[in-house]
Nanobody, 131 residues
Framework: QVQLVESGGASVLAGGSLRLSCAVS????????MGWFRQAPGKERESVAG???????TYTDSVKGRFTISADNDKNTLYLQMNSLKPEDTAMYYC?????????????????????????WGQGTQVTVSS
């Protein structure tokens, strides 16, 4: 089955930028709807951004205009560019995938915002933003 491995997490100052990567193996990234989630200590895991194979994207309101999700199909890698980082962005960030059939049966990436919507998960990468 598909394997997801995140990288790129770090400790940065508020206002800084990071780019997270999610390397996909054992299958083609283009066979999945992809998402980034995050979980802060004591909080539930929440959707940050999603990407469909037709290029459609979705973002949670708190990151709109600051974060950008993208994919390089040649490298089989998903990215999350994070700019203007805030302390409230501090969390473990997870890459997630769901097969296209399940994604499109559910209405596409814009309707896939819950943890239960995604089947495959990476191990996470920590992002810490200090003021």
């Amino acid at each position: 089955q598909v394997q997801l491995v995140e990288s790129g997490g770090a400790s940065v100052l508020a206002g800084g930028s990071l780019r997270l990567s999610c390397a996909v193996s054992e299958d083609r990234l283009s066979h999945y709807c992809m998402g980034w989630f995050r979980q802060a200590p004591g909080k539930e895991r929440e959707s940050v951004a999603g990407l469909d194979t037709d290029g459609a994207t979705t973002y949670t309101d708190s990151v709109k205009g600051r974060f950008t999700i993208s994919a390089d199909n040649d490298k089989n890698t998903l990215y999350l560019q994070m700019n203007s980082l805030k302390p409230e962005d501090t969390a473990m960030y997870y890459c997630a995938a769901v097969g296209l059939y399940d994604c499109w049966s559910g209405g596409g990436i814009r309707h896939m915002g819950a943890v239960r919507d995604f089947r495959y998960w990476g191990q996470g990468t920590q992002v810490t933003v200090s003021s």
